[in-house]
Each structure stands twice: as C-alpha cells, then as structure tokens.
C-alpha cells in the first residue's frame, strides 16, 4: 500500500470491508458517512466495546478494525 495522502485519508476495516476515509474522522461521523444506524448499535473497535458518548472523542485511526453490531430486542 503506498502511503501517498498518508495525513489526509487512511485505510481501515468496517465490518469487515477495507474503507478509505479522511483522517480525523471521528466513530459519529464514520456512521454517518457510512450510512449506517446510529440507534440501537453497538461499536467495537479493535475488540474493545466504545460507549455511544465516546463515539464524538474516538478518532479512527489507521488500520483499525470497526464492527457495528445492530442490538436485537428479546422477547
């Protein structure tokens, strides 16, 4: 991988998929972007659960491994 841009966009893992995104992109605004829900998920980055009221602080950072759980209701 070449590291051309290497302070503007970096290179991680979302569920799975390699995904480019700019740096500095916090875990709110990697949902976002991503188009995926913001209710109702949980967020594990690096196998490390990150609480909804992180998402803001947490900086996603270079070859990070991201999984967004949906939580299912029981009954």
């Not at 979302?14 to 995104?21: A, C, H, P, R, T």
């Not at 709110?28 to 992180?54: C, F, G, K, Y």
Request: with cysteine; charged share 10%.
């Amino acid at each position: 991988m070449t590291h051309t841009n290497c302070h503007s966009q970096i290179a991680l893992q979302l569920n799975g998929v390699e995904q480019i995104v700019r740096a500095n992109l916090n875990l709110a605004e990697l949902m976002i972007l991503s188009d995926l829900p913001t209710q109702a998920v949980a967020i594990v980055v690096n196998d490390s659960v990150v609480p909804r009221s992180r998402w803001v602080h947490v900086l996603c950072q270079a070859n990070d491994n991201i999984t967004v759980f949906s939580a299912v209701a029981g009954g």
